[in-house]
């Protein structure tokens, strides 16, 4: 008698011990009566896992395990062959570009030797992650003789639920020539299965569009030579951290990829002959591979229509998605890729999709994502993240968010579907005001003590605005932001939202003004005025007409600077605000300095400084009597513009206003240098300079180190000077300031001229 029949007759002896039927065995132990039956009459070979299972269901503490053979002689192997070698991997698309990223999946499966590789490549839909599956799949079979396993765990199908692993081993082990009546019921032993049976083959699968790692794990070969690839939706990080997966995600073509797509698709010769209109389809599909594909082919059945049109017609936002989708296969629509992904999302998360979809700028931040969705700064995050797990949203940089701008298209869709209309209003407006508040917090560090409004029309600012303590934390929060913060002034004035848009114009005037940024600057303030018109608020209109005049100032425009702050002037004589007047009249004298007409600036700014002598506004009277003080020094009246600049300094001290400090302490060095006080003059000018960084005004290092330099080079310290020059200019070169044609000049100038002190 053989071990096959000693371990049948064994198992039907202890079996009718416990009394029980080969049915009730069979529901124990999850293995078909019919196979237990064949086990028995010694038909069949006993498998460890078998054994396992029916000791476990006898309580025979592995008698019967014991009876099989660790390591099965290599015949008994054979015996469980497969009759056949799959060869299951479907027909791929061609890949187009990616070939770094392809070049280092291959690297990384190549010789592996030993043990299962196991790749996960995750992605947005639409990506091209099967794409990149099956190319490497197909480059790697003939490494992997014993055949090649493929299924689609169907895991963002809106049409069935993603498959049980248990249904997928069976279909599995089937193909690799196990007999049905052996493959046990329960998931976990028919995993086993697979690993014993794949043991000493070489077999390659891929494991499409799964959920989950709990879906793929049961499916995993084990130590046996075989090399998993597997795709995703969502970053399935159980599999790196438990099972040693390597995973990858794809990001949306890069622009010379996504154009030898198109030109794949539709012909070199067409995309060459309309290269701008190719590229703006490349650029409206957002580099993505899906919606190339299906514009690829709305352009080859359109032959004898231009790239141009189909671009125009791609370009027009609301018909995008649209237009990305084939009649043929609604599957395969852009959309409906999308709408696959969301389906997934628990309801928070989707209703964080539906809403970030509302946010006015294109990067968002976990604090800004909490005032939108009406939660904390933590729960945001975790739904950010979350949202990122499902590549439906980007972390382009560390704990910014955003969105591929197709999907925003769908996530715009999806909240003006599923969302009332003022629960929209209601999400914008928290994140405007949020935005308002923030910025402001900000202003009052970087600007200290700045003349600011009371807020009005606004709500309360919540527990969620964030607090800063240092001016370089403001000024970086705002660099930061500033793409938002200005379309959070567009998206105000466009919604009618006028007193949340002219004093978010307000509030960004200081920073705008301290680094340059002078096209925001304008923007803004044109925008705030427009907006301040439509509300009833005289004060709301001179402030902005302020603002504005501000800006047409930087921008040379002193006929509107001047036109401006002459209404500001008229609407504060109407409502009797001496402090608005004064104000206006130290902007007109301001006006006239930047065109070097000082004696008409003392015209305006002698009788507002008599005006302001009892206007306690440290801040509006700092500034006048620095430009009265810098009037005076052009005039000849040095000692009487020092005293002036004394005295403005005083005042910025006072409630450490470290902006404007800089300046008058900068205006008192070129006061003494006319003075022939050079000493004097330089200890101003290196004060200054520390300031003027301290503040981060790179404009106020710019002309302090001029005027640093002319002192140097009076005193006949040439070199020095010239250094200083060199330096303003890399400064001023890069604000774009007309100063920097002034500096440029010395510095050709002094490069010529004989250089050390004159002797």
């Known amino acids: 008698m053989d071990s096959q029949q000693d371990f049948g007759m064994q198992l039907r002896t202890f079996r009718r011990v416990r009394s029980l039927s080969l049915n009730q065995l069979s529901a124990l132990t999850h293995f078909s009566k019919g196979y237990l039956s064949k086990i028995e009459n010694g038909v069949r070979p006993p498998t460890r896992e078998l054994a396992v299972a029916c000791d476990r269901a006898l309580e025979l503490d ?10 099965p002689p290599r015949a008994a192997v054979e015996r469980r062959a497969p009759v056949s070698v799959p060869a299951q991997l479907p027909s791929a698309a061609l890949m187009v570009g990616r070939s ?43 490494h992997y003789p014993d055949g090649a396993l493929y299924c689609d765990l169907q895991g963002h199908s809106e049409a069935a639920a993603p498959l049980p692993p248990g249904q997928v081993l069976g279909d599995f082990l089937r193909a690799l020539g196990v007999e049905a009546d052996v493959i046990p019921d329960a998931t976990a032993e028919r995993s086993k299965l697979l690993r014993s049976t794949l043991n000493g083959r070489r077999v390659l699968m891929v494991l499409d569009n799964a959920a989950t790692s709990a879906q793929v794990r049961p499916l995993l070969p084990g130590a046996a030579d075989c090399l998993v690839l597997v795709t995703s939706r969502s970053r399935l990080a159980g599999l790196a951290v438990h099972d040693h997966a390597r995973l990858l995600t794809l990001d949306p073509l890069e622009d010379e990829d996504a154009l030898a797509l198109l030109r794949d698709r539709v012909g070199g010769s067409r995309v060459d002959s309309e290269p701008g209109a190719a590229a703006d389809i490349v650029r409206w599909c957002a580099r993505l591979p899906l919606a190339l594909a299906i514009a690829a082919d709305l352009a080859a059945e359109r032959p004898h229509v231009a790239l141009a049109d189909l671009a125009a017609d791609l370009a027009q936002e609301p018909n995008r998605l649209n237009l990305l989708a084939s009649e043929e296969d609604p599957r ?53 993240r979350t949202l990122v797990r499902a590549h439906l949203l980007t972390e382009p940089t560390p704990h910014r968010y955003g969105f591929h701008d197709l999907l925003l298209l769908y996530a715009m869709d999806k909240a003006s579907q599923e969302e009332p209309a003022e629960t929209r209003q209601q999400t914008v407006r928290r994140s405007l005001e949020w935005y308002l508040h923030t910025v402001r917090a900000a202003s009052q560090v970087i600007t200290p003590n700045r003349w600011l409004n009371e807020l009005r029309d606004v709500s309360p600012p919540g527990d969620g605005v964030p607090t800063f303590t240092e001016r370089a934390q403001a000024l970086l929060w705002c660099e930061t932001e500033r793409r938002n913060l200005i379309a959070a002034v567009d998206e105000a004035a466009a919604l009618g939202m006028h007193a949340v848009a002219w004093q978010l114009a307000a509030a960004l005037v200081g920073f705008l003004y301290l680094r340059k940024h002078r096209s925001d600057w304008d923007h803004v303030t044109r925008l705030g005025l427009a907006s301040a018109m439509q509300v009833e608020d005289l004060e709301a209109q001179a402030r902005m007409h302020t603002y504005r005049g501000g800006s047409c100032a930087e921008s040379h425009d002193y006929t509107e600077a001047t036109a401006q702050f002459e209404q500001a002037l008229s609407v504060y004589q109407r409502v009797g605000d001496t402090l608005g007047q004064v104000n206006a009249l130290s ?66 001290r006072e409630i450490d206003n470290t902006w404007v400090e800089a300046i008058t302490r900068t205006n008192l060095g070129i006061a003494h240098y006319h003075l022939a006080e050079p000493e004097q003059a330089v200890t101003y000018f ?7 960084h301290a503040a ?21 310290y040439g070199a020095e000077a010239l250094e200083m020059w060199k330096k303003a200019l890399t400064v001023l070169e890069s604000l774009g300031d007309p100063l920097a044609d002034t500096v440029r000049a010395h510095v050709e100038e002094s490069a010529l001229a004989p250089l050390g002190p004159d002797v």
Request: include cysteine; proline fraction near 2%.
């Open 62 to 71: 592995g008698v019967l395990e014991a009876l099989v053979s660790v390591s």
């Open 100 to 142: 770094e990223t392809a070049r280092d999946l291959l690297e990384a499966v190549t010789g592996v030797t030993g043990r299962t590789v196991v790749i996960g490549i995750d992605g947005m839909a639409g990506v091209g992650k099967t794409t990149m599956a099956l190319h490497v799949a197909y480059s790697q079979r003939d």
């Open 332 to 384: 395969t629509a852009v959309s409906a890729a999308f709408s696959r992904s969301y389906a997934t999302l628990a309801a928070p998360a989707a209703r964080a999709f539906r809403l970030l979809a509302l946010h006015p700028g294109r990067g968002i931040s976990a604090e800004a994502a909490g005032a939108l969705l009406d939660t904390t700064a933590e729960d945001a995050r975790h739904q950010l």
């Open 587 to 652: 902007n007109l004298g301001d006006v006239n300095l930047r065109q070097g007409r000082y004696a008409e600036a003392l015209v305006h700014l002698e009788p507002a400084a008599a005006a302001g002598r009892d206007v306690q506004q440290p801040w509006v009277m700092g500034i006048l009597l620095n430009n009265l003080g810098e009037a005076r020094v052009h005039v000849g009246r040095c000692q009487e513009a020092v005293m002036d600049l004394q005295q403005a300094l005083v005042m910025h």
């Open 686 to 692: 290196d004060e200054a300079l520390r300031l003027h």
């Open 696 to 716: 981060g005004n790179e404009w106020g290092e710019g002309w302090t180190l001029h005027h640093h330099a002319l002192c140097l080079q009076k005193q006949g």
